[in-house]
């Protein structure tokens, strides 16, 4: 395989995601008990306390979305740093390779692994949009060595496609489509959904970007799940910081439950810092370390 440039290689202790084969094409339904917020009923009588669900729903209403433009491009730039050691996400389109991280290939602008769903799903997608596509013959192989490491039926041809694809500007919208269904919109609502502002809804989405949806204890419900038994979250009237501190402790110890992830500087030198100095919105200038590598984003 061709070399990859150097500043954009990415160690092994810059994998993600762990194991989540059967996990990927499920959404993340918020708890039933969220679901009686928003709901367009006629308001109840004011009352000297609104109580949990009128708390929940004015804290829901009142949250900047990291969904704005501007605020998106920034979660995508810090995702790309502790990823991609860049800050220039959209130059990943063509990035693949094997981290050695027993996930197989790992591949495009938010890591979308053989061994774990989301490529062969994107491949799908792909397919379905424009037939023919340099990756469509590679289907078969992807959906057998889905759940593995394996590169059989794909190695290099199947890399000199996926470079050649992503020249293809419906390849990088199926991308963005993908990152944006699996990972960026649930994080998003369910951020939203617990009051969070866009620091707390980056946290999210870099959680489930590197540990994937589900309700495993250290997936990206696991995490939430041990965050909301220690503190509550601004919709249940917690306080946002400790709430964050407490799901940003969860996001570490998952993190240290796997080799390759044991290094946690992108949540103690980026998303901790941006906590302690108050930056719930997100607001640039933003300073922060990965890796010991120094970034920032001025404008």
Known sequence: ????????????????????????????????????????????????????????????????????????DIAMRLVSSAENSSLDWRAQFQYIEDIKDGRGYTAGIIGFCSGTGDMLELVELYTKRKPGNPLAPFLPALRKVN??????????????????????????????????????????????????????????????????????????GGIRRTALSKAKPPAQGGDEKAYLNAFLDARKKAMQSEAAHSDTSRVDTAQRVFLNEGNFDLQPPLKWKVYGDSYRIDK
Not at 24 to 40: C, E, F, I, R
Not at 194 to 219: C, E, N, T, W
């Open 147 to 220: 759940g593995s490491d394996s590169h059989a039926g794909l190695g290099k041809p199947f890399e000199d496609a996926w470079r050649k694809a992503a020249q293809d500007k419906a390849f990088q919208d199926a991308q963005e489509d993908e990152r944006d269904r699996v990972y960026f919109k649930p994080a998003v609502k369910q951020a939203k959904a617990d009051g969070l502002r866009a620091l707390g809804q980056f946290a999210y989405y870099d959680a489930i970007v590197m540990h994937g949806p589900g309700s495993g204890k250290y997936s990206f």
């Open 1 to 72: 395989m061709p070399a990859r440039p150097a500043h954009l290689s990415r160690p092994a202790h810059h994998s993600r995601k762990s194991t989540r084969v059967a996990l990927l094409g499920l959404a993340l339904a918020l708890p039933a008990s969220l679901a009686l917020a928003g709901t367009g009923q006629a308001a109840a009588p004011a009352s000297p306390a609104p109580g949990i669900h009128g708390v929940r729903a004015a804290a829901e209403a009142a949250a900047p979305g990291l969904d704005d433009p501007y605020k998106k």
